[in-house]
Nanobody, 120 residues
Framework: QAQLVESGGGLVQAGGSLRLSCAASGSIFSINAMGWYRQAPGKQRELVAGITSGGSTNYADSVKGRFTISRDNAKNTAYLQMNSLKPEDTAVYYC??????????????WGKGTLVTVSS
Protein backbone atom coordinates (compact mmCIF):
# COMPACT_ATOMS: atom_id res chain seq x y z
CA GLN A 1 0.00 0.00 0.00
CA ALA A 2 1.42 3.33 -1.09
CA GLN A 3 1.57 5.91 1.64
CA LEU A 4 2.87 9.42 2.09
CA VAL A 5 2.75 10.93 5.55
CA GLU A 6 3.45 14.59 6.18
CA SER A 7 4.45 15.96 9.55
CA GLY A 8 5.98 19.04 11.11
CA GLY A 9 3.20 21.56 10.70
CA GLY A 10 2.01 23.80 13.48
CA LEU A 11 1.46 27.33 14.66
CA VAL A 12 4.34 29.75 14.31
CA GLN A 13 4.75 33.51 14.46
CA ALA A 14 5.62 35.51 11.40
CA GLY A 15 9.35 35.38 10.80
CA GLY A 16 9.64 31.94 12.33
CA SER A 17 10.64 28.61 10.81
CA LEU A 18 9.24 25.13 10.41
CA ARG A 19 10.53 21.98 8.77
CA LEU A 20 8.02 19.69 7.16
CA SER A 21 8.72 16.04 6.53
CA CYS A 22 7.17 13.62 4.05
CA ALA A 23 7.78 9.95 4.70
CA ALA A 24 7.08 7.46 1.92
CA SER A 25 6.35 3.80 2.33
CA GLY A 26 4.78 0.84 0.63
CA SER A 27 4.86 0.87 -3.14
CA ILE A 28 6.36 4.36 -3.16
CA PHE A 29 9.81 2.94 -3.31
CA SER A 30 11.59 6.17 -4.03
CA ILE A 31 10.88 9.75 -3.06
CA ASN A 32 13.86 11.11 -4.92
CA ALA A 33 11.56 13.11 -7.19
CA MET A 34 8.56 14.80 -5.66
CA GLY A 35 6.75 18.01 -4.96
CA TRP A 36 5.36 19.99 -2.07
CA TYR A 37 2.02 21.72 -2.59
CA ARG A 38 -0.16 23.86 -0.40
CA GLN A 39 -3.79 24.83 -0.28
CA ALA A 40 -5.00 27.86 1.61
CA PRO A 41 -8.67 28.27 2.57
CA GLY A 42 -10.74 29.22 -0.43
CA LYS A 43 -7.82 28.85 -2.82
CA GLN A 44 -6.63 26.24 -5.27
CA ARG A 45 -3.82 23.89 -4.45
CA GLU A 46 -0.53 25.31 -5.70
CA LEU A 47 2.94 23.94 -6.23
CA VAL A 48 5.39 25.28 -3.67
CA ALA A 49 8.57 23.37 -4.49
CA GLY A 50 9.74 20.38 -6.46
CA ILE A 51 12.84 18.27 -6.73
CA THR A 52 13.87 15.96 -9.57
CA SER A 53 15.75 12.70 -9.44
CA GLY A 54 18.84 14.60 -10.53
CA GLY A 55 18.50 16.98 -7.62
CA SER A 56 17.28 20.01 -9.53
CA THR A 57 14.86 22.12 -7.56
CA ASN A 58 12.23 24.66 -8.42
CA TYR A 59 10.18 26.99 -6.26
CA ALA A 60 7.15 29.16 -6.50
CA ASP A 61 8.14 32.81 -6.76
CA SER A 62 6.39 33.51 -3.48
CA VAL A 63 8.72 31.22 -1.52
CA LYS A 64 12.04 31.61 -3.35
CA GLY A 65 14.84 32.40 -0.97
CA ARG A 66 12.77 31.34 2.04
CA PHE A 67 11.93 27.66 1.47
CA THR A 68 14.29 24.80 0.71
CA ILE A 69 13.29 21.36 -0.52
CA SER A 70 15.50 18.37 0.15
CA ARG A 71 15.38 14.60 0.45
CA ASP A 72 17.07 11.77 2.25
CA ASN A 73 16.96 8.79 -0.07
CA ALA A 74 18.15 6.39 2.62
CA LYS A 75 15.16 7.33 4.77
CA ASN A 76 12.80 7.69 1.81
CA THR A 77 11.83 11.03 3.29
CA ALA A 78 11.58 14.50 1.81
CA TYR A 79 11.69 17.80 3.64
CA LEU A 80 10.59 21.37 3.23
CA GLN A 81 12.52 23.85 5.32
CA MET A 82 10.47 27.01 5.66
CA ASN A 83 12.12 30.17 6.97
CA SER A 84 10.93 33.75 7.34
CA LEU A 85 7.37 32.55 7.37
CA LYS A 86 4.59 34.99 6.52
CA PRO A 87 0.89 34.90 7.35
CA GLU A 88 0.19 34.25 3.67
CA ASP A 89 2.07 30.96 3.98
CA THR A 90 -0.78 29.66 6.11
CA ALA A 91 -2.15 26.56 4.38
CA VAL A 92 -2.34 22.81 4.44
CA TYR A 93 0.85 21.45 2.93
CA TYR A 94 0.86 18.23 0.94
CA CYS A 95 3.58 16.11 -0.56
CA UNK A 96 3.10 14.44 -3.91
CA UNK A 97 4.74 11.70 -5.92
CA UNK A 98 3.48 10.97 -9.38
CA UNK A 99 4.03 11.02 -13.12
CA UNK A 100 4.90 14.73 -13.08
CA UNK A 101 8.01 13.88 -11.10
CA UNK A 102 8.91 10.35 -12.14
CA UNK A 103 8.04 7.97 -15.00
CA UNK A 104 7.88 5.13 -12.47
CA UNK A 105 4.50 6.28 -11.23
CA UNK A 106 1.39 6.17 -13.35
CA UNK A 107 -0.83 7.85 -10.79
CA UNK A 108 -0.50 10.61 -8.25
CA UNK A 109 0.00 9.83 -4.60
CA TRP A 110 -0.83 12.42 -1.95
CA GLY A 111 -0.45 12.58 1.75
CA LYS A 112 -3.24 13.80 4.02
CA GLY A 113 -1.45 17.08 4.58
CA THR A 114 -0.09 19.01 7.52
CA LEU A 115 -1.46 22.37 8.62
CA VAL A 116 0.84 25.36 8.84
CA THR A 117 -0.54 28.45 10.53
CA VAL A 118 1.50 31.64 10.62
CA SER A 119 0.30 34.34 12.98
CA SER A 120 1.04 38.02 12.44
Amino acid sequence: QAQLVESGGGLVQAGGSLRLSCAASGSIFSINAMGWYRQAPGKQRELVAGITSGGSTNYADSVKGRFTISRDNAKNTAYLQMNSLKPEDTAVYYCNVGPRWSPFYGVDYWGKGTLVTVSS
